[in-house]
Structure formats: C-alpha cells, structure tokens
Nanobody
Framework: QLQASGGGLVQPGGSLSLSCAAS????????VAWFRQAPGKEREFVAT????????FYADSVKGRFTISRDNADNAVDLRMNSLKPEGTAVYYC???????????????????WGQGTLVTVSS
C-alpha cells in the first residue's frame, strides 16, 4: 500500500514537497515514479527513480524544476516541486514496481502498485 501526501494550495512560482511512503512493504528493489492527472486529462508521467537512488528521469515539462529523491532507510520517495505553474494543478500519484523495463519508465502500465493520490492546486 502506497500513501502519497503533501499536496495543497500553492501560488504560482511557489514550492511544494510531496512524499510517498510504503506501508507493509519495503521499497527496496523497486522503481518508484510520480504521475499526475489534471481534470479532464489523461494521467501523465512526472518523474521516476531507480532503487539505487542515483538514476532518475523527468518529463520535459518539469525538468529543472522538480527533484525526485528517495531514502531507502526511511522507505520513502519525495518529489520536490519548485517554480510551480498553474498547469501543474493535478492529483499527483506515486507508483512502484520491481520489474520496470527502463525503456517504459514513463508508462503508467509499467507500475502495478499505486497510491491514492494527493491534490496539488497551483493558483493565486
């Protein structure tokens, strides 16, 4: 069971940090990703991080503004979001899998454990 938290209301240009925690299991060996879904739109990839905590990949739309990190000791994966834009308003989901094919790391179908999502609203 994955639990995403940290969502809220933030002004454009502001920052917010999301956290994904695993209950009842460890993240060890799992690739963990963040996706988001805006109202009326399809779920889109945001960022992902391998179990080694060194290999990451970002969507072009967030590259340079968002940072994904993980602490395997704490069994948590964080997403630091800076310079947020109104188009970043969405429900953010974390997802995990221990059998991600790296070439499909951006595909929601590559992940089989999903959290419930946390709402981020970017508005003045």
């Amino acid at each position: 069971q994955l639990q995403a938290s940290g969502g809220g209301l933030v002004q454009p240009g502001g920052s917010l940090s999301l956290s994904c925690a695993a209950s009842g299991r460890t993240f060890s060996g799992y690739t963990v990703a963040w996706f988001r879904q805006a109202p009326g739109k399809e779920r889109e990839f945001v960022a992902t991080i391998k179990w080694n905590a060194r290999t990451t990949f970002y969507a072009d739309s967030v590259k340079g503004r968002f940072t994904i990190s993980r602490d395997n000791a704490d069994n948590a994966v964080d997403l630091r979001m800076n310079s947020l834009k109104p188009e970043g308003t969405a429900v953010y989901y974390c997802a995990a899998s221990n059998r991600v094919i790296w070439g499909l790391k951006h595909d929601p179908g590559a992940y089989y454990n999903w959290g419930q999502g946390t709402l981020v609203t970017v508005s003045s």
